[in-house]
């Protein structure tokens, strides 16, 4: 299965409430990320955190990580018709020498007017 | 203008035909990844290249085939041999700094249809 799992598969929300996306993953890592993807459009990054950082803000972005229990969560805020999108965690780690990517199966956000 | 270009944005073939789908990147980047994503799904990696003339095989790698000759330009060949060929291809690549990988900057995809 994935390293990153995304949950829930789905959310929808009205406009101006939080949206609150978590992410689970197995082994250790160098950093997770957020990405987000319009539909049928490339993804976009939005924030990255580090392993041995605990919380980050970026906008109306507030992500955290808690390494002990292998989880991320991504918190929108005041969310707007604009964010309706898909959103997907990656981790990035090490292995055998090489630098890799996983990326969870996504959370599809859906923010009502 | 900096990014990821991907060509074509819709792709259509026949069934037993090999294609090659374009990502260039004029970002400076080391590194090069190609992805699959399924409807619904998430991303899964096919190929990376971690520098040029060097590439190594992701999760799904058979049926698909890559070049890293240029710096700029990773290439990626879907053979006749991929049992499932259709589905929205990714490119992305990313600067290595020293010993640190940062984010993934994502080309616009290519949505392939075999028939």
């Known amino acids: 299965s994935q390293q990153g799992e995304e949950d829930p598969q789905a959310l929808s929300i009205q406009e101006g409430e939080n949206a609150t996306m978590n992410c689970s993953y197995k082994?250790?890592?160098?950093?997770l990320q957020w990405y987000r993807q319009n539909s049928g459009r490339g993804l976009v990054h939005l924030i990255l955190?580090?392993?041995?950082?605990r919380e980050k803000h970026s906008g109306r972005l507030r992500v955290t990580l808690d390494t002990s229990k292998k989880s991320s969560s991504l918190l929108i805020t005041a969310s707007r018709a604009a964010d309706t999108a898909s959103y997907f965690c990656?981790?990035?780690?090490?292995?055998?020498?090489?630098?890799?990517?996983?990326f969870g199966t996504g959370t599809r956000l859906k923010v009502l007017a | 203008d900096g990014g990821i270009t991907q060509s074509p944005k819709y792709l259509f073939r026949k069934e037993g035909q090999n294609v090659t789908l374009s990502c260039e990147q004029n970002l400076n980047h080391d590194a090069m990844y190609w992805y699959r994503q399924d409807p619904g799904q998430g991303l899964r990696l096919i190929y990376y290249s971690q520098i040029v003339n060097d590439f190594q095989k992701g999760d799904i790698a058979e049926g698909y085939s890559v070049s890293r000759e240029k710096k700029e330009s990773f290439p990626l060949t879907v053979t006749s041999a991929q049992k499932n060929p259709t589905a929205f291809y990714l490119c992305a690549s990313s600067l290595r700094q020293r010993d640190r990988w940062d984010e993934q900057y994502f080309g616009p995809g290519t949505r392939l249809t075999v028939t």
């Open positions: 082994t250790s890592i160098n950093n």
């Open positions: 955190i580090r392993s041995n950082e």
């Open positions: 990656a981790t990035s780690l090490t292995t055998s020498g090489t630098y890799k990517y996983i």
